[in-house]
């Protein structure tokens, strides 16, 4: 006669995940709670034993400097104590979803199989335009979420992405970027939501938001600076004072993980002011841990470890740089482990690294594991993956999430006298991003991330081009196409033909712009950062040769980044910009020029007027925002933040305050009216601003502090209500704590930052009061219909 023996109390679902992972890490070795930490990426070894997927044909690298290291261990070595993540099973390589399962069933069996305790590894992916797998749905980049201005519509693009994730077996993805945007010519702009703390904070939230509530934990990165880099060259040093950090860049940060309750943070590449992200206590546990409260795992940037040592040089080698990233903050290293490896265990037992950092690392990980299920009895591979027959990558309701959020993102710059375009009989479409729709796609779209290595492999997915989209916009036009020249390079020699093809129609379409790639390989994306704001290659000579027809010439800017286009506003005969929209970009921007779709997009960039001598962005105070004289260099850009015209004409106005005079601890309501004055129905982005005229420190000239998106029909109004709390105007004051000042500020509404024609003016009373971790971060909107 047997008894049935029972499971031991970690795996027991019914207990407290706490108790349970208490129970586990009693009987767990050191070297089992280290091998949590660490990770495995067999796609990274091009056709490692035993792994799916062709050989690639190029040395595209996926990855900074990923060819620098070789490749590791067999999966059964690496996971002989255990092993804490997966790296990107489905997005190394071209696979099937079929390939792709099988490929996570079999490596899960080997990390169960190969330790004492078998507990199954944290799968993780990349999201940044939708799931990066072969043959998934791409959807436009996150500098377009942010020209949405609409964090709802995000929300239900991010759940839908985290649906299909989620159904494969994956447990994390590496999204969103919340860096926000303090240097254009960054390489990944693209990859950022815009150039506003508050906008950055209100869609990444959506994000995460969307994200995890298909049980996909979001990982906010990059933690934190990355994008003020010195020149904005990748990786580069940030030489950035702490007023500053606190001000313009943790915000959204902190709103993702107070308002959104994210599961992972992932740490910068950069150092701030001499100290790298990665190794600072300061960073990853005093202000993200012990004043915000998170309590899920903080995974390194890939390599991010060993590059304390080789790239930074604050560490002596890789075991000194796993044992500072620890104790700093780092819980898992990506993308292979390295720095948390079998050194990590002899530091350890030689003193020179205190265990309870181990213990501490290893209790949230495994506590997020027991949050997935990864620490229940009989939890298999097989299980995980279950959903996947119904998985289909390029749904119809993707595509019609992407659409959307394509239409949503295009921002009508100046309509000019031509868009609408109708009546045209013959129409020319010049350019290099007309007839290329991986231009339409970001760095991390997988048919620019990986297939690049894989040239002979198509996408698997339908890519209309501008060119093919417009065709059947217009079904009775003749539409004539020349490319003119490339994106990158020097090469005229299509100028004449462009020329012609312009000369010989009633209007040219010009499509320029960026097509994106890594390291060098695109003019934008990761690593692929611009000496200066002209347009690539001869792409400008190409407009002004299209200009000098004297033909209407529209031009639209397919981008990662904003482009100076002075040289071209006021001859041009209009101006559209679409931010990388996606696999559904061509139709989106086909139906904008034609009318069918009502344009609504926004800047979440400004546009600059010339190449070079702009501050960046709009967040400057009176010093870096005005033309005084002081300097020849004007900053005012071309086209402001929160810029975009429709179809159709609004009014904002009539601004009204709730009261004048308000508490240093109270809020007070501003309420203005927004009227659809035109003939067509559409949709305004009512902007909320905040200006604080006398400060301690100097303050940005004028700040988004809320936004609405309002849809009205012809005629139509509403009143749109903004409910300020005065935590709402904190800043860092000279002693770097977070205060709210008493005094007068300035309110301003309206549709850009550049067009305000609301002003009132409220005095907070009081004493300066200090804003706590507890402070309120977000700007409640209400909107009410208001008689036409």
């Known amino acids: 006669m047997t008894t049935e023996q029972s499971p031991p109390l970690w795996r027991d679902p019914k207990l407290p995940e706490a108790q349970r992972v208490e129970a586990l ?18 796609g990274k070894d091009k056709g490692a034993t035993g792994a799916a997927g062709p050989e690639p044909e190029s040395e595209h690298s996926v990855a900074p400097m990923e060819n620098e290291f070789g490749s590791g261990p067999a999966l059964e070595d690496a996971s002989r104590h255990g092993l804490g993540q997966l790296t990107r099973i489905y997005g190394s390589y071209p696979i099937t979803v079929s390939e792709g399962t099988a490929e996570l069933v079999r490596q899960q069996r080997i990390v169960m199989a190969s330790s004492r305790l078998g507990i199954p590894a944290v799968v993780h992916e990349e999201c940044l335009t939708g799931f990066t797998m072969h043959g998934a749905s791409v959807y436009p980049a996150a500098i377009a979420w942010g020209a949405t201005f609409d964090p709802e519509l995000i929300e239900r693009m991010a759940a839908a992405i985290g649906r299909d994730m989620a159904a494969l077996g994956v447990h994390q993805a590496l999204a969103p ?44 990165k990059h933690f934190a600076g990355y994008s003020a880099s010195r020149g904005a060259r990748n990786h580069g040093p940030v030489p950035m004072g702490r007023r500053e950090l606190l001000d313009m860049i943790l915000p959204p940060f902190e709103t993702a993980v107070r308002e959104a309750g994210v599961g992972s943070v992932m740490n910068s590449y950069s150092d701030i002011d001499g100290v790298p992200a990665g190794a600072d206590p300061w960073l990853l546990t005093d202000v993200l841990r012990e004043e915000w409260g998170f309590t899920g795992t903080v995974v390194s940037d890939y390599w991010a470890v060993p590059f304390l040592a080789s790239m930074h040089g604050v560490a002596a080698d890789d075991g000194d740089a796993g044992a500072r990233a620890l104790v700093a903050g780092i819980d898992v290293e990506l993308p292979d482990t390295i720095g948390y490896g079998s050194e990590m265990v002899d530091r350890v037992r030689a003193g020179k690294l205190d265990e309870s950092y181990v213990d501490r690392a290893a209790r949230r990980v495994l506590t997020q594991k027991a949050a997935l299920g990864l620490l229940d009895d009989g939890w298999t591979p097989e299980d995980s993956v279950a959903g996947a027959k119904r998985v289909v990558l390029d749904s119809p309701t993707n595509r019609e999430l992407a659409r959307a959020v394509a239409e949503r993102s295009i921002v009508l710059l100046d309509p000019g006298t031509v868009l609408p375009l109708t009546g045209a009989a013959r129409i020319a479409v010049v350019g290099p991003c007309a007839d290329d729709a991986r231009t339409f796609l970001g760095c991390y779209a997988f048919p620019n991330h990986v297939l690049p290595r894989y040239p002979g492999v198509k996408p698997e997915i339908e890519l209309p081009t501008a060119v093919e989209s417009l065709r059947a ?33 009633d209007v040219c379409l010009a499509f320029v712009g960026d097509l994106a790639g890594l390291f060098g390989n695109g003019t934008s994306g990761e690593g692929c950062d611009a000496a200066d704001l002209r347009l690539p290659g001869v792409q400008a000579e190409l407009l002004e040769a299209l200009l000098a027809t004297g033909k209407p010439v529209v031009v639209v800017v397919v981008s990662g980044r904003p482009y100076a286009l002075g040289d071209v506003a006021g001859r041009a005969t209009a101006l559209v910009q679409a931010f990388m929209p996606g696999e559904e970009g061509g139709p989106a921007i086909a139906g904008v020029l034609s009318g069918r779709v009502q344009p609504s997009g926004k800047l979440p960039v400004q546009i600059p007027r010339t190449p070079g001598g702009q501050p960046g962005t709009y967040l400057q105070p009176r010093l870096g925002a005005m033309h005084t004289g002081t300097s020849n260099l004007d900053p005012t850009p071309l086209f402001a933040f929160g810029h975009g015209r429709s179809y159709t004409s609004f009014t904002v106005g009539d601004l009204r305050l709730s009261s004048t005079r308000v508490p240093i601890d109270g809020e007070f309501t501003a309420t203005v009216l927004v009227r659809n004055t035109g003939d067509r129905d559409g949709s305004e982005v009512v902007q909320l601003y905040l200006s604080d005229p006398v400060a301690q420190v100097t303050r940005p000239v004028i700040q988004l502090v809320g936004y609405q998106r309002v849809e009205l029909a012809a005629g139509a109004a509403a009143e749109v209500a903004f409910r300020v709390h005065t935590d709402r105007t904190a800043f860092t004051g000279r002693d770097l704590r977070r205060i709210i000042e008493p005094g007068e500020l300035r309110i301003l509404a309206g549709t850009s930052a550049a067009d305000l024609p609301c002003e009132a003016v409220v005095e907070l009373t009081g004493p300066v009061r200090l804003a706590g971790p507890d402070r309120v971060m977000l700007t409640p909107v209400e909107v009410r219909q208001a008689d036409s």
């Open 25 to 42: 890490l009693a009987i767990m070795t050191l070297e089992e709670k280290v091998a949590q930490l660490g990770s495995r990426w067999l």
């Open 473 to 505: 916009e217009f079904g009775g036009a003749e539409i004539a196409y020349a490319p003119g020249c490339a994106v990158e390079g020097d090469d005229r020699s299509g100028f004449a033909d462009a020329v012609a093809t312009a000369e010989g129609a």
């Open 177 to 220: 970027v919340l860096d926000v945007v303090r240097d254009y010519r960054w390489g990944r702009v693209e990859e950022s939501i815009g150039e506003d703390p508050y906008l950055v904070a209100t869609v990444g939230s959506a994000y995460v938001r969307g994200l995890q509530s298909s049980g996909v934990i979001a990982t906010l």
